[in-house]
């Protein structure tokens, strides 16, 4: 009877242990012996639900450069960005302008533009556009053509649009868009103003790696109160565009205080009728920043980064302007 039990005893001893080694051999990804999955029956597989396109990136991987050239057209708004080899005009100054901005951009080796940007209808930003859309095959221009403004120039602008077949595109604030290895994205015009056509202007913010560029066109005060408001906006960059070519019309204290740029820019021409820059404004720019350029004393101004730091290139120093 006892040897009977004892065997009994070994005999279950080895199935427990075949028992234990079979649910092991599962974890091994050599076993020959694993079992393979059963799959599901076709009529019974649930469709997989559609994955949701990412955001784009709003700081890229920086390459070879990024440049921001306020080009000096006189009175008026005409921007050159390039960016890893691709560029984007923003403006293109007034009437008789255009063949001065042209001739500078292509100075720049540019053949083609990725983005053609007008960020309202002032004549002093749109009057050379003709020019340029003539000169350069683009892939995108960003315009609100819905726009109220009844000038000559902006209508002309409209008439040319709308012969040559171009499919404007109104940006949307919080859109991001990718030029190289940087992106900007649309802070303004955060509602319409129908009574300020400044303040409908469409405003970016640039990132090229740690560097950030805020160019709010000819926007005023109610604006700069208004982006000061909106939640989750940061304002903060490295160069700012100083708003409506200096005026005395924005670039309040707290605005700018909120900016806290190193850089600022004035785009304003020598023959300026209008009063600008405004000499209030201008102290309360340089005060604000570590160094000051404008246009009518400095010429063409150029930013220059790597995605990490700034130096910047003038076309003529201020004492050559007296």
Same mark, same amino acid.
């Given at each position: 009877?006892?040897?009977?039990?004892?065997? /009994?005893?070994?005999?279950?001893?080895?199935?427990?242990?075949?028992?234990? #080694?079979?649910?092991?051999?599962?974890?091994?990804?050599?076993?020959?012996?694993?079992?393979?999955?059963?799959?599901?029956?076709?009529?019974?597989?649930?469709?997989?639900?559609?994955?949701?396109?990412?955001?784009?990136?709003?700081?890229?991987?920086?390459?070879?450069?990024?440049?921001? %050239?306020?080009?000096?057209?006189?009175?008026?708004?005409?921007?050159?960005?390039?960016?890893?080899?691709?560029?984007?005009?923003?403006?293109? @100054?007034?009437?008789?302008?255009?063949?001065?901005?042209?001739?500078?951009?292509?100075?720049?080796?540019?053949?083609?533009?990725?983005?053609?940007?007008?960020?309202?209808?002032?004549?002093?930003? *749109? @009057?050379?556009?003709?020019?340029?859309?003539?000169?350069?095959?683009?892939?995108?221009?960003?315009?609100?053509?819905?726009?109220?403004?009844?000038?000559?120039?902006?209508?002309?602008?409209?008439?040319?649009?709308?012969?040559?077949?171009?499919?404007?595109?109104?940006?949307?604030?919080?859109?991001?868009?990718?030029?190289?290895?940087?992106?900007?994205?649309?802070?303004?015009?955060?509602?319409?103003?129908?009574?300020?056509?400044?303040?409908?202007?469409?405003?970016?913010?640039?990132?090229?790696?740690?560097?950030?560029?805020?160019?709010?066109?000819?926007?005023?005060? #109610?604006?700069?109160?208004?982006?000061?408001?909106?939640?989750? /906006?940061?304002? =903060?960059?490295?160069?700012?565009?100083?708003?409506? %070519? #200096?005026?005395?019309?924005?670039?309040?204290?707290?605005?700018?205080? #909120?900016?806290?740029?190193?850089?600022?820019?004035?785009?304003?021409? +020598?023959?300026?009728?209008?009063?600008?820059?405004?000499? +209030? +404004?201008?102290?309360?720019?340089?005060?604000?920043?570590?160094?000051?350029? =404008?246009?009518?004393?400095?010429? +063409?101004? *150029?930013?220059? &980064?790597?995605?990490?730091?700034? &130096? *910047?290139?003038?076309?003529?120093?201020?004492?050559?302007?007296?």
């Amino acid at each position: 009877m006892k040897k009977y039990i004892k065997a /009994v005893s070994v005999l279950l001893s080895i199935l427990m242990l075949f028992a234990f #080694a079979s649910g092991c051999a599962g974890t091994g990804s050599d076993n020959k012996n694993t079992p393979k999955p059963t799959e599901a029956p076709a009529d019974n597989t649930p469709e997989a639900e559609p994955t949701a396109e990412p955001e784009p990136d709003p700081t890229p991987e920086p390459k070879s450069g990024f440049e921001l %050239h306020f080009i000096d057209i006189g009175t008026g708004d005409g921007m050159l960005l390039i960016c890893d080899g691709e560029a984007m005009v923003i403006d293109s @100054g007034n009437v008789g302008r255009g063949e001065t901005m042209v001739n500078y951009v292509k100075s720049q080796g540019v053949e083609s533009l990725k983005y053609l940007m007008v960020t309202h209808g002032h004549a002093d930003h *749109v @009057g050379g556009m003709p020019e340029i859309i003539d000169a350069f095959p683009f892939e995108t221009m960003f315009i609100n053509v819905d726009q109220r403004c009844d000038e000559e120039p902006w209508l002309n602008l409209l008439g040319i649009i709308e012969q040559k077949g171009i499919t404007p595109v109104n940006p949307a604030v919080g859109d991001v868009y990718t030029l190289g290895g940087g992106s900007f994205k649309i802070l303004t015009p955060l509602k319409e103003d129908k009574n300020n056509l400044n303040n409908n202007s469409i405003g970016i913010k640039f990132t090229y790696g740690t560097n950030t560029f805020l160019l709010l066109g000819d926007s005023q005060q #109610a604006v700069e109160t208004q982006l000061l408001k909106e939640e989750g /906006v940061d304002l =903060r960059a490295d160069v700012f565009k100083a708003d409506h %070519h #200096a005026s005395n019309a924005g670039n309040v204290r707290k605005f700018l205080e #909120a900016v806290a740029p190193t850089y600022i820019c004035v785009q304003v021409g +020598t023959e300026n009728k209008l009063g600008y820059p405004d000499k +209030t +404004t201008i102290s309360r720019l340089e005060k604000n920043c570590e160094a000051l350029y =404008r246009n009518d004393l400095h010429g +063409t101004v *150029v930013f220059c &980064s790597d995605g990490s730091s700034i &130096s *910047v290139v003038t076309e003529k120093t201020p004492e050559a302007a007296e």
